[in-house]
């Protein structure tokens, strides 16, 4: 039977082979002239008629990108919201009986999957993955909404789906998911409700924006480009369509702070995150561009047709309600992603430009469409390069995901259920549930505040730790180097931190240690008792 990474290997040298042909026919063809004739057509005109076929193939791609991420775990903040939606699941209430620094909608939204079907591997991801899915005809819908181009939407939608970071983010539970599918949905309905002038839609677009809100922060953005837009609008000159909108937003966040809001909640959601180190503009800016690159084909397509349709000759006015108000959010989000205080890790900038990828799929799509049809084995070369590099990076998916499995299995040996244990929260809370073993209350929060040199010291470490069996790091937590964005104050503190938990782990008879390629596992050699 052939592995799952043998399979993706298989499959990245497939498609980096079909890039390289494309490649090698398009000399060909034009060098000996045969592409001379399709010199006015276009690769939507030459694919017009034929949009359906096409769109199965794309959905097909995309459900299969995502069934992978089903039965997947990697290194991120996911299997800490799990946990937490675990917590949930078993009566705890988020910001009272444990902290959690992000709106809880999808906290909810994982808890009731639990509810209905169990706790398992399948119900970890169920929510995300079936929005993640909803998002591919809902992305052919807005595109087709924005631009009035079926040909155009169809290649949105490609880009859409062949897109690693959002595939991986919004079909895990990364809390991506519900704000991207109802920001789309937002827009979708705001773009309907002032063409067909019912108070109803605007209504529910701000109820879908109230939800990506309270999914992620980010999500506020499409209630800030929609009232953006009609105070722009000379058509709208009306504050009725600002109120409605207002009105489905305000009506939901009613609901979640009647059963969620505390005394903690407005620090740990709003305020927490404001007390990370920041970095300066420029390093973001640097980060930002080397996230454009793990997306390339989204980024070159999406920024050309941005360009291309803002400097478009003739312009047409029939089609600016639904353009300019995507480039509204577009700018929104950039300004977000580059200005919203947060730590400069690559890979936040990374997992955040997410908010950038739809808006640039709309115009990518719209641009891939009117290049001449002669250039189509160009288009072919690229989306294969995307595919190619997408199944290499499916693989380290697949060996992180093998690694959390190992460390699952050496706790389980080293523990007894019921036991304690404490790490990173990139592998520890799905270690706890599929284990049957339990986090210390204030385990998560240690980490959460691991940047700050007050709150931070060997002796709180110690305190968490106490009763603790087994400990989980990964490559990037206790034993990683702070990026070189961050204060030379934080980066000299953070690794004389290191050294002292390090050397704390020894002293605290944390003796067993198994390494399991990025994951480290300390278990002291004896289940200790409480």
Not at 1 to 23: P, T
Not at 128 to 136: G, Q
Not at 150 to 163: D, M, P, Y
Request: net charge positive; charged share 10%.
């Amino acid at each position: 039977m052939v592995q799952l990474n043998e399979f993706l290997a298989a499959s990245r040298d497939f498609f980096f082979l079909a890039a390289i042909l494309s490649c090698l026919l398009w000399l060909a063809f034009s060098y000996g002239g045969a592409l001379r004739r399709f010199k006015r057509l276009s690769i939507g005109g030459a694919l017009r008629g034929n949009e359906g076929r096409i769109l199965v193939l794309v959905f097909a791609f995309g459900v299969v990108l995502r069934l992978f991420y089903l039965l997947t775990f990697s290194f991120n903040d996911e299997p800490f919201y799990i946990y937490a939606a675990y917590q949930v699941f078993l009566g705890h209430q988020p910001y009272v009986d444990f902290f959690f620094s992000q709106p809880p909608l999808d906290l909810i939204l994982t808890a009731l999957v639990f509810r209905l079907f169990g706790v398992g591997v399948v119900q970890f991801h169920l929510m995300p993955f079936l929005l993640s899915v909803a998002s591919l005809p809902l992305m052919y819908l807005l595109s087709r909404r924005v631009l009035g181009d079926g040909a155009g939407a169809v290649f949105s939608t490609l880009l859409f789906s062949t897109s690693l970071l959002l595939g991986s983010l919004t079909a895990t539970n990364n809390l991506y998911s519900t704000m991207t599918f109802m920001s789309m949905l937002s827009l979708w309905l705001f773009l309907d409700g002032v063409k067909k002038e019912r108070p109803t839609l605007l209504f529910f677009a701000g109820i879908a924006a109230s939800m990506a809100f309270w999914s992620r922060l980010f999500g506020i953005l499409p209630l800030a480009c929609e009232i953006l837009f009609l105070a722009w609008s000379q058509r709208q000159r009306s504050i009725r369509p600002v109120l409605h909108i207002a009105g489905g937003f305000i009506a939901f966040s009613a609901v979640v702070l009647l059963f969620f809001y505390s005394p903690n909640f407005v620090y740990q959601v709003f305020l927490h995150h404001s007390k990370f180190p920041d970095c300066y503009v420029e390093g973001k800016l640097i980060h930002l561009l080397g996230s454009a690159f793990k997306e390339l084909l989204v980024w070159v397509f999406g920024v050309a047709g941005v360009l291309a349709y803002l400097f478009r000759r003739p312009a047409k006015k029939k089609d600016s309600n639904g353009s300019y108000l995507i480039l509204f959010y577009l700018a929104l989000a950039f300004l977000a992603v580059v200005f919203v205080k947060r730590p400069c890790f690559f890979s936040h900038v990374y997992m955040h430009s997410v908010i950038l990828l739809f808006p640039l799929c709309v115009f990518g799509g719209w641009f891939i469409a009117r290049i001449p049809v002669r250039f189509i084995l160009l288009v072919v070369m690229a989306v294969s390069l995307s595919i190619s590099a997408c199944s290499d990076s499916l693989i380290d998916v697949y060996s992180q995901n093998q690694q959390v499995i190992t460390a699952v299995s050496y706790v389980q040996n080293k523990t007894n259920s019921g036991d304690l244990i404490f790490g990173s929260p990139a592998v520890t809370g799905v270690a706890a549930i599929l284990s049957g073993r339990i986090i210390p209350p204030d385990g998560i929060e240690f980490f959460e505040n691991r940047f700050y040199a007050d709150n931070v010291s060997v002796g709180y470490f110690s305190n968490v730790t106490k009763g603790v069996a087994c400990f989980i790091d990964t490559n990037y937590q206790v034993s990683s180097v702070v990026p070189s964005s961050f204060p030379a104050s934080y980066t000299k503190r953070y690794e004389e931190m290191v050294i002292e938990i390090t050397g704390a782990l020894n002293q605290m008879n944390f003796t067993s240690k198994n390494v399991m390629g990025n994951i480290v596992v300390y278990c002291r050699p004896s289940t200790p008792s409480s």
